[in-house]
């Protein structure tokens, strides 16, 4: 393989112009130089096709002839990868200048063996800007069998990954009929198959605002992992882990102030105790 394989970024938008420079420019920052981006524009009504376009040959615009869901966008995006490695940027999401150039080292060490690497991300509130936390600060990020710890949580930013070509297809790409979920979709079914290898520092930032789907769909992002994980049964680890997602779909209806959904879910899944849980530890946290 090449001491600097190409790496493919794949940038799905629609409606993105707000923050669309910004992320690009941190692709054009990296240290790490052999990259090509597969801009997938899910025909935008704004100027993300005027921006995207600004750039040189090494961002591959691509535009969807009608607005499509999340996971067909993806699915067509990937179509176009040209890459050894293909790494995701979300248009409202930054990378740090070494990100790029940590991650297929670790690649390149692993002999072809691991499916995935992902790193440390700093989550940052657009509307509120003082308001920003690193993610798991102080704690390791797990690496190797990564596949238990996932299925309890989906703790890897879309933005900090990065997977091998051949082993993200293998596994089956992203799922085109998902509307949020997409990313946990494609962790879990690497995680399964494939160690996986982890940055510890913090090597992208996670843009919160109220446009962002992770805010606009938190129940449907919550249906969505518990339909993917019921499809990965039997296994035992996916049967432990079922009761926290049933839990975190409750907290995502409070959360759209849904108190219907809420008791529904808590009283068909008998989920409370794993609500409590989390609660707890939030609450040690803010007072400890």
């Keep these: 393989m090449n001491a600097q394989p190409l790496v493919s970024v794949v940038m799905n938008c629609y409606n993105g112009e707000r923050y669309l420079r910004d992320a690009i420019d941190s692709v054009y920052s990296q ?8 801009f997938w524009d899910n025909a935008s009504t704004d100027r993300t096709a005027e921006i995207a376009q600004s750039y040189d040959n090494k961002l591959r ?40 150039e940590q991650q297929i080292a670790i690649f390149l060490k692993s002999d072809n063996q691991i499916g995935m690497v992902y790193g440390r991300s700093e989550i940052f509130y657009e509307n509120k800007p003082s308001k920003r936390f690193v993610h798991k600060e102080g704690a390791a990020l797990p690496d190797g069998d990564i596949f238990y710890e996932l299925a309890q949580e989906n703790f890897i930013v879309f933005s900090s990954a990065i997977v091998d070509r051949d082993k993200f297809f293998k596994c089956g790409g992203f799922p085109e009929y998902f509307l ?109």
């Design 61 to 100: 615009y691509f535009r969807s002839d009608e607005t499509t869901v999340l996971g067909k966008a993806r699915v067509n995006a990937s179509k176009q990868v040209q890459g050894d490695y293909i790494a995701f940027l979300d248009a409202d999401d930054l990378w740090l200048e070494k990100k790029l």
């Design 31 to 38: 240290t790490y130089t052999n990259w090509e981006i597969i």
């Design 180 to 288: 949020n979920s997409t990313d946990y979709w494609v962790f879990m079914h690497i995680a399964k198959e494939y160690p996986c290898g982890v940055v510890q520092e913090v090597c992208c930032k996670n843009r919160i605002h109220d446009y962002s789907l992770s805010v606009k769909q938190r129940v449907i992002g919550a249906q969505e992992a518990i339909c993917m994980m019921e499809d990965m049964l039997p296994d035992k680890r996916i049967e432990d882990a079922l009761k926290k997602q049933h839990a975190n779909l409750a907290i995502m209806y409070i959360m759209e102030n849904n108190l219907i959904g809420f008791f529904y879910t808590i009283i068909k899944y008998r989920c409370m105790i794993p609500i409590l849980s989390r609660l707890y530890i939030k609450i040690k946290g803010v007072l400890f």
